[in-house]
């Protein structure tokens, strides 16, 4: 058995540093309020060389029959009525060269384990940038002059929203609405246009409290009620440097966190208690503690644990810092 290596407790977050099949059945039933996490993509990356790592499975059917015993457990934990998020996107089959609908295979997975599939965000990604990150040859100008037949765009991730069945009996309330924008276009130009500069609503608007007047908190909701985000920055993501060790690879790649800032608000009350299953750095740990919400986090690479540790040593200080609340 692989049990926990290390763990930490404080009064703002639990972590992990073990196999989160075994944490996870830790953890009392219904007593989690939001989670949200990235599975470890099989076939897409390796994360570690340990047996008990998801990527590690041999075929996609492994993998899935693996991550069958996960959902049934986030299930188990997850109050009625609450909501699990899980970033994931399609994957190019290495033998094949076909797309295979990952996230089809994970909603099929979520319906069998008592969620309802409530929606699916796209997350738009720049297509030059993950050329330069992935190398990625379909996307190569190149092959436009030689032969476009090769060349396809660049694949986004998708938010799949799941909310377990059942009554929820302590509803996520936003009474003055919604104050802070996790991304880089809070305005679209016509909106622009309507409502003036973004730093004008920012200043009129600070410190409101009638949330039927609140232009902010109703600009905030318009951009995060698109099915698609488009502005998420990709390089606001924690520290990562030094999580590779020597006897596996492979990949490190923070979710960003506009994307658990706005799945945190979202979904969770101030003072909630919000799952990672597959922790990495750390990022879907240090998101909700910044903002005032609790958090418990399982990884079991050793040096991811370590930087996560280090990442969550000054989460208290995020928005003191970067003022991004006023932003």
Known sequence: MNKVIKQKHTDDYSIYNGDTMQVLPTISDNSIHFSIYS???????????SEF???NCTSKEEFLQQYDFLIKE????????????????NIKDSKTGNMW???NEIIKLHLKHGFEWKDQITIWKEPLKVRMRTMVKSLMHKLIVEDSTQCFTAMPDYLLVFRKKGENKIPVV???????YPGTTPLLPFMEKKY????????????????KTNKKSHIIWQRLASSVWDDIRIDNILKYKGTKEEEDEKHVHPLQLDVIDRAVILWSNIGEVVLTPFMGVGSEVFSPVSLERKAIGIELKKSYYKQTELNLKNVKERFALDNKFNL
């Open 53 to 55: 790592d998801f990527s």
């Open 39 to 49: 599975p470890p993509f099989a076939g897409l990356y390796n994360y570690s060389s």
């Open 101 to 103: 609908n990952l996230p």
């Open 74 to 89: 986030m299930a188990r934990v997850t109050m009625p009525g609450r909501i699990n998020a899980v970033h994931c996107q």
């Open 196 to 211: 003036g500069k973004w730093e004008h609503i920012c200043a009129k608007y600070k410190n409101w409290i009638d949330q």
């Open 174 to 180: 936003h009474p003055n609405g919604l104050d802070y």
